[in-house]
């Protein structure tokens, strides 16, 4: 089906209004838009032109121009909203032969509203926020449900013929039992059981099935969460919920080795190891790890980025600023005692060797000397996260090689990141023997797919997601622009100096997720070395691409609810609609469905696509091979201003 659109061109003496002199331009004009996606503004006056401050949802084109205004507005195909109209302006500046000037130019665009109900695997929405009432798993008990009938067994069969004639269902004659219908089951019971033909007279009560309810997924409530799309993927709604009914016990170390932190975002507070208490500086050789930054250059904190994903706070706190979130995102590890080791290893130009070699070492706690002082970590790491490296040669990076053999030695499971050039060449120090390097993968439009800046070689351990900003799978919202399936975490704004969030892709990112995963399986209980936790992950994963191990995924992506042994969720559903236009990567809009899932949408006209796909496994992976799904094309036209999908089954 081909996209359609039509033109609908508007009058200066419809549109212009208030200000202007008979034959000048105007001073402000409206467009609406509706049953159209294009648009023409026209108006005569001018000798020059341009178009300043257009909308991210609006395309006006040209933008420039001699002599009469004539541009064309037309929305988005690409965006998806919940609202019915969208509203915006924008400003034609102009010169004409009589002087300067500008014209505003206010544009409502109505779109359509798309009604459908999913029927089929139905489940009701998950439980929203870490003080929402929760669910436990329960077995299912007889229920008080009001009968409507009784069930009389007679004496003889005459008197089950008699109750026929009367209006009975007979269950089974042969039985001498009978179904009687009535609107007073105890009087009629009581009737009964004096007739001296009735054996015995019973409610027919409703029973219910006896079995385990499945508890809901624990989605967090955070202002950002639903861009953290990563954990959907890893299933970590069953791994909250499993921390909800099942504390984990152990406290645990991550290290991260980076370029500092910020410890006044306030997404941080609490999570964190200060200075005077582990925390470490091998870049100024002090105490104080906090990321200073790089002047002159527009660059958030890496090292506060990486951090967030593991430990960044559930819950309300107060905005550092009026328009600062007062929430922000979550981290993995959620309730869980996980908490991070900043250790500063990574300045403006980087880090050398030795430094990164040197803080392997100390996170783990060994003996270091820092300005001929032995330094000992007080708090030593279970986990140690590399989201940095280089493609140097093997013989290069044996110093690095070495302090993590030294460090695993001593009790740390060391994670690197895989690498972000997209070849095939070993990145260290993830190509150490001993060290778990981590590939990145993405959303695809059904499983999740390399990144193509993820290295792909031997050494490659496991996958995680990293993000790629070409498209948008994720069906989220930023603002009035569909999110890219970057990773959303904290980060600094160090022109401003606040606290803020930001996108990023890589396997830095990717590897955070794998160091959360290792600190929640020993903070559990189910492993202690870092061989025992290396091979739980592995054992754990969800293969990728060819079966068994490769270069590209590695023994595959994680997944955190079977590597934690969360007990099972409710089945959770995907469903997206897309519009279908010639482009690789086509835009999303997640829908949310109420408990008999309903949903509605607006949308601009066009050719859409309606895509459900359920994961009963509770694996993150939507519309595996077993699994229900369905896809439905349909036409959008905001003249007619609804369309009823009706009832679209799951298959």
Known sequence: ?????????????????????????????????????????????????????????????????????????????????????????????????????????????????????????????SVQGQDAETRRPTVNTTRNVEAQSVLVKYRSASGVARALSLGAASSSAGERVAVVPTNDVNGTVRRLKQDPAVEYAVP???????????????????????????????????????????????????????????????????????????????????????????????????????????????????????????????????????????????????????????????????PITLNGETRTNPHPARVVNLSLGAAVSSANAQPLCDAIADATAHGALVVAAGGNDGNTKPFYPAACPGAIAVASVTLGEILPQQASYSNAYGAITLAAPGGERAHAYNGGSLGENAFPDLVYSTSWDFTNNRPIYEAMAGTSQATPQ?????????????????????????????????????????????????????????PSLDVRVRQDLPSEDPQFLRLDLDAVGRFSAYLPSGSFTLDARQDTNGNGLYGEEGEARLSHAFESQPATGQDDLGKLSLR
């Open 1 to 125: 089906m081909k996209h359609v659109s039509w033109t609908a061109l508007l009058t200066l003496g419809l549109v212009g209004c208030g200000g202007s002199a008979p034959g000048q331009p105007p001073a402000a004009m409206t467009v609406d838009v509706r049953g159209a996606q294009v648009a023409a503004v026209q108006y005569e006056g001018t000798t020059s032109w341009s178009v300043k401050n257009v909308p991210a949802w609006l395309t006006v084109s040209p933008r420039a121009g001699t002599n009469a205004v004539s541009t064309q507005v037309s929305v988005e195909p690409t965006m998806f909203l919940k609202t019915p109209r969208l509203s915006g302006t924008f400003t034609v500046q102009w010169e004409s032969a009589d002087g300067q000037g500008s014209t505003v130019v206010k544009v409502n665009a109505d779109l359509s509203s798309v009604l459908a109900r999913v029927t089929g695997q139905i489940v009701p929405p």
């Open 514 to 570: 794998v160091s959360a995963l290792a600190a929640l399986v020993i903070s559990k209980g189910l492993a202690e070395t870092p061989d025992t936790v290396r091979q739980r992950l592995i054992d754990s994963a969800t293969h990728l691409g060819t079966p068994g191990r490769n270069d590209v995924y590695g023994y595959g992506l994680i997944n955190a609810a079977k590597a934690l042994n969360a007990e099972s969720v409710e």
């Open 204 to 366: 027919n009560v409703m029973l219910q099935p006896l079995g385990e309810v499945l508890p809901a997924s624990v989605q967090p409530a955070d202002q950002y969460a639903p861009l953290q799309w990563p954990f959907r993927l890893l299933s970590y709604g069953a791994v909250w919920r499993d921390m909800e009914d099942h504390p984990y016990p152990n406290a645990v170390t991550v290290a991260v080795l980076d370029t500092g932190v910020r410890y006044d975002h306030p997404d941080l507070e609490g999570r964190l190891y200060g200075p005077g208490d582990g925390a470490l500086d091998l870049v100024e050789n002090d105490d104080d790890p906090t990321d200073s930054g790089t002047p002159g250059l527009d660059e958030g904190s890496h090292g506060t980025h990486v951090s967030g994903l593991i430990a960044a706070r559930w819950g309300k706190f107060t905005p550092p600023c009026d328009t600062c979130s007062d929430s922000g995102v979550v981290g993995a590890a959620y309730k869980a005692p996980v908490k991070v080791l900043p250790v500063r290893v990574l300045g403006s130009g980087g880090g050398s060797l030795a430094m990164v070699a040197t803080g392997i070492r100390y996170a783990a706690g060994l």
